[in-house]
């Protein structure tokens, strides 16, 4: 059991993976660098120490106290990193067990409401009806927010699967702009869509950008004023479709252009216009965008709009 425990330990591999880091983040490599770095330290002090100094007991003695002084050093920044590594393992796990045990019920809850709404079980009248959509809505608004803490979970464990197919840009795009439709209108909003003639198709999996369409697209109407403008473009760019989303909105401050992809970050004027966001659909966005073997940008000002593009390359 012991010998087990010990040979788990070893294992760096394994322990990395337990952790979800990378290798250059992980505790256990990191010691093992630490190591290596003590012996090659101490072989170069025992050779320089025999040819500047007399007696070899001065030498092992430096060699005894230097090896000691860096594996202390090696030995408190490896704990350090493995109490953050173990915190954030725990908040995975945290958010994933959350997550996974909100998901049932709140199926359970649209669908019930859905029922209730249909008028099946009782009839219901005009001002129950206005409150039973509040309640759908919120429970949606829900359902989504613990969909995309289930992907950012996978993104960070690097378990984002891609099914590739090959897919329209084009067809996803208008797909969507009409499930937009209603809401389109009630903002006020003009959206259009240029596409170039006769474009490639490109291989990518069909769900995962659909969700980077739809969030760029949800960002670009949901922070444009009444009569504003959104214009979508895609073309053909050596061998990259390319997709931009330029809208008239609030756009971003220059000062939090840098955190725009981090999980959880909002801009301060966005916060202000719109209180509804989780600041996870961009770094959601980006992490497919970048397995998907394309790249992502945008450009922005604050109240001078924004227009965010990808690539993706052609099958
Ligand atoms: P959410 O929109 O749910 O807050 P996102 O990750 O999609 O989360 O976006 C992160 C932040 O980036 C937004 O809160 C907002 O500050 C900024 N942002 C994204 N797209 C736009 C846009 N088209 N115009 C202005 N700000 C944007």
């Known amino acids: 059991m012991l010998f087990k425990t010990i040979i788990d330990r070893l294992n760096v591999f394994a322990q990395c993976q337990r952790y979800g880091l990378s290798i250059w983040q992980c505790p256990q490599f990191i010691f093992l660098i630490m190591g290596i770095i003590t012996i090659v330290s101490s072989i170069s002090t025992y050779y320089i120490g025999n040819r500047y100094v007399q007696s070899p007991e001065t030498v092992a003695l430096i060699i005894i106290a230097l090896t000691t002084f860096l594996l202390v050093i090696a030995f408190i920044i490896t704990q350090g990193f493995e109490r953050l590594a173990e915190a954030n ?116 999996d069909p769900s995962q950008i659909k969700l980077v369409i739809e969030n760029l697209l949800d960002n670009a109407i949901r922070y444009t004023k009444e009569r504003g403008i959104v214009e979508i473009k895609i073309f053909k760019k050596e061998k990259d479709i390319c997709f931009i989303a330029k809208d008239s909105g609030i756009g971003i401050p220059l000062q939090d252009q840098k955190h725009i992809f981090q999980k959880f970050f909002r801009s301060g004027n966005a916060m202000r216009y719109q209180t509804k966001g989780s600041g996870l659909g961009l770094f959601i966005t980006k992490a497919i965008i970048e397995k998907s073997g394309g790249k992502i940008n945008f450009k922005s000002g604050e109240n001078e709009g924004s227009t965010f593009w990808f690539t993706l390359p052609i099958k």
Request: glycine share 6%; net charge neutral; aromatic share 6%.
């Open 89 to 204: 393992r725990m908040k995975s796990e945290f958010i994933s067990i959350v997550s996974h045990q909100l998901r049932s019920p709140l199926t359970n809850l649209k669908w019930a409401i859905e029922l209730l709404m249909s008028g099946e079980v009782g009839r219901i009248d005009e001002s129950q009806l206005e409150y039973f959509k509040i309640l759908k809505e919120n429970s949606s608004r829900m359902g989504e927010l613990v969909s995309d803490l289930l992907t950012v979970l996978g993104i960070e464990q690097r378990k984002l699967s891609i099914n590739k197919k090959e897919i329209s840009l084009e067809e996803l795009t208008k797909e969507l702009i009409f499930g937009f439709k209603s809401w389109i209108s009630a903002s006020n909003i003009k959206v259009g869509l240029e596409v170039e003639k006769n474009l490639p198709k490109i291989l990518a």
